[in-house]
């Protein structure tokens, strides 16, 4: 019985011992740097240092450019249709080429037009000659001033009804109301041509008008004769333009400005409807700020970044303008000399230590 107190009181003593040393040790271990209560990004900053990547800021020579996409739009186009009904006797247009303005294209039958026109002309030449005996009779008092005037009225009758007649069969021959280029025809000779039905698609393409849009915030950045450059889908060449035309209000809906701009087009490489990738320049900045686009964090009010100060990473609100494939200009916020971090930015928190490497490359 004495033997089995004596086992209990060793197992006691030996539980106490060990709940002892482990309160030493954990006591021990929070108050050791990097332990618990100060690890690493902790509001008081302590802790090691967490390795970032950074930039030093350096002001730079900036082409302010803005980048957007536009359309190619045709000089001038129109979906060819007659003015008048009838069947077509003939067409004086191969698909696919060039016309001139005032070029005959097709003809409508005008049988009916040229016989009415013959017989007014007769008409009106019988006319003529009843006038000019009226007047001689009038100046000898043979007739009175109502004869002659009924004479004169109808001859300027039937010079009207010549005037008709002419300008409907003016209207039985269709022709371009521009130079260009044709497009694919829908009628063919022998076929009833009414009002409704297109004969073809007419396109100017030399020069083309290139169409695009700016945010408004640009708006006054904008002007009249500015040369743009673009490329089209499926090739690296540039083109030029030169803006024209700026509309003079801004669009409620989008709160863009939209702008028109010519494009010489001697080749015919270029065609209506393409994508066009448009760069247009705004300012130049001879103390420019720019810094990579990941350094910059979009937050609810703004666009933030880290910088380091004292070995410790601290937020700076910033304002942003154009931004490029690998960088953002930074209009305001920022200054030369700054270290910008550029990696991590999402852990990060301010006054949390960190020991920037700034890559010899230049690469982030």
């Known amino acids: 019985m004495k033997l089995k107190y004596f086992v ?5 003593i030996g539980l106490s011992s060990l709940v002892g040393y482990r309160i030493v040790k954990n006591k021990s271990q929070a108050n050791t740097p990097g332990g618990a209560g100060g690890g690493r990004g902790g509001a008081g900053g302590g802790g090691a240092a967490m390795r970032v990547n950074g930039v030093v800021v350096k002001s730079e020579r900036f ?23 009838g069947i077509i006797t003939a067409l004086y247009f191969k ?11 097709l003809q409508i039958d005008n049988t009916e037009l040229n016989a009415q026109l013959s017989e007014i002309g007769t008409r009106e030449k019988l006319a003529s000659e009843n006038e000019q005996r009226a007047v001689q009779l009038l100046d000898k008092g043979a007739i009175s001033q109502q004869e002659y005037d009924i004479a004169l009225a109808d001859l300027k009758s039937l010079r009207a009804q010549k005037q008709l007649i002419s300008a409907q069969l003016a209207k039985t021959t269709v022709r371009a109301p521009f130079t260009g280029t044709i497009g694919l025809r829908s009628i063919s000779v022998g076929e009833y041509l009414s ?13 083309l008008k290139i169409t695009f849009s700016v945010p408004e915030k640009y708006a006054t950045q904008v002007k009249v004769n500015t040369k743009v450059t673009f490329t089209i889908s499926g090739s690296t060449k540039k083109y030029t333009a030169t803006v024209y035309a700026i509309e ?9 400005l939209q702008l028109r701009a010519w494009a010489e087009n001697p080749e015919g490489e270029l065609r209506p409807g393409a ?11 001879d103390d420019a700020i720019l810094i990579p686009t990941e350094a910059v964090v979009p937050v609810q009010n703004g666009k933030k970044v880290f910088v380091a100060e004292n070995g410790k990473a601290k937020e700076v609100k910033v304002e942003t303008s154009t931004r490029r494939e690998q960088d953002i200009l930074i209009t305001s916020g920022l200054k030369a000399g700054d270290t910008v971090l550029t990696t991590g930015v999402m852990s990060l928190k301010p006054q949390m230590p960190v020991k920037v490497v700034i890559p010899k490359t230049g690469s982030n």
């Open 195 to 207: 009002p409704q039905t297109v004969v073809a698609k007419l396109v100017n393409t030399n020069p």
């Open 275 to 285: 994508f066009a990738n448009i760069e247009l320049p705004l300012t130049i900045l």
């Open 8 to 12: 209990y009181a060793i197992l006691l």
């Open 248 to 256: 003079p209000s801004i669009d409620a809906l989008t709160r863009t």
């Open 95 to 105: 698909e696919g080429s060039i016309v001139k303005q005032g070029q005959a294209l």
């Open 63 to 85: 082409a302010n450019a803005l980048l957007i996409s536009g359309t190619i739009d045709a000089n001038e186009q129109v979906f060819l249709r007659s003015q008048v009904s």
